[in-house]
């Protein structure tokens, strides 16, 4: 199946997209991790809009969404993992797109494991800070970096059910075949055939 042309980009502009959203992800969470840190209490439940948005500051030693509790040290070695091939991987990215899908990742993925590796109760082992709480859709307590992580996912599936390559092209639809581009008048012209006049027959005409 053919590829259509797409927007391309090149290496390095790919890297700097990846390179961009992936400082802004890890800027923004380990900045707002220090305010809650600074500014809560642990267990404290600050109303932001009601019930809809709240702050509460909670240490989670498992996983994004605070799943996975005691596993600390298993979800290090992942990140570490994650963040490892996402460098490795980066070159071959000629897609704006896809540079920013493996950029938040990255930063998402490195503002959880900076906690994991600095914060309490020990190094590879720290847990991590989360505050965001929204009861009406999730009931977990999240943070900046699990947005990110989540936001890069769903961009993710988006781009494979387009289609668009990690080039930036994206598969061409199947074409028309003959039969398919044939005009409805062809096909009404398999009828009967219609009666001719005699005039229109020579040896009729000759005959009567």
């Known amino acids: 199946m053919a590829a259509e042309p797409a927007a391309k980009v090149g ?3 790919a890297l700097l997209v990846l390179a961009g959203a992936a400082i802004a992800a890890y ?10 840190v600074s500014n809560l209490t642990e267990g404290e439940i600050v109303p932001v809009l009601g ?12 996983a994004a969404f605070s799943l996975a509790s005691g596993m600390t040290w298993i979800f290090t070695i992942l990140a570490a993992s994650v963040i490892t091939f996402i460098i490795w991987f980066a ?27 600095f914060r309490e109760p020990s190094f ?8 965001i709480s929204t009861p009406w859709m999730l009931p977990a307590i999240y943070n900046v970096a699990d947005i990110a992580i989540v936001s ?8 494979t059910i387009r289609g668009i390559g990690l080039d930036g092209s994206r598969e061409a639809r199947p074409a028309k075949t003959a039969s398919d581009a044939a005009s409805p008048a062809s096909s009404e012209g398999d009828g009967p055939e219609a009666p001719r006049s005699p005039a229109a027959d020579p040896l009729r005409a000759h005959e009567a």
């Not at 800027?27 to 809650?36: A, E």
């Not at 896809?98 to 494991?113: D, I, P, T, Y």
């Open 51 to 62: 019930s809809v948005l709240q702050w509460q500051f909670v240490r989670n030693p498992g």
């Open 27 to 36: 800027g923004l969470d380990q900045l707002s991790k220090f305010l809650v």
């Open 91 to 117: 070159r071959r990215i000629r897609s704006v797109a896809w540079a920013l899908v493996f950029g938040l990742l990255l930063g998402g993925v490195l503002g959880n494991l900076t906690d994991r590796l």
């Open 124 to 131: 590879g082992l720290g847990h991590v800070i989360d505050f």
């Open 11 to 13: 290496t390095t502009t």
């Open 152 to 159: 890069s996912m769903v961009l993710f599936m988006i781009l």
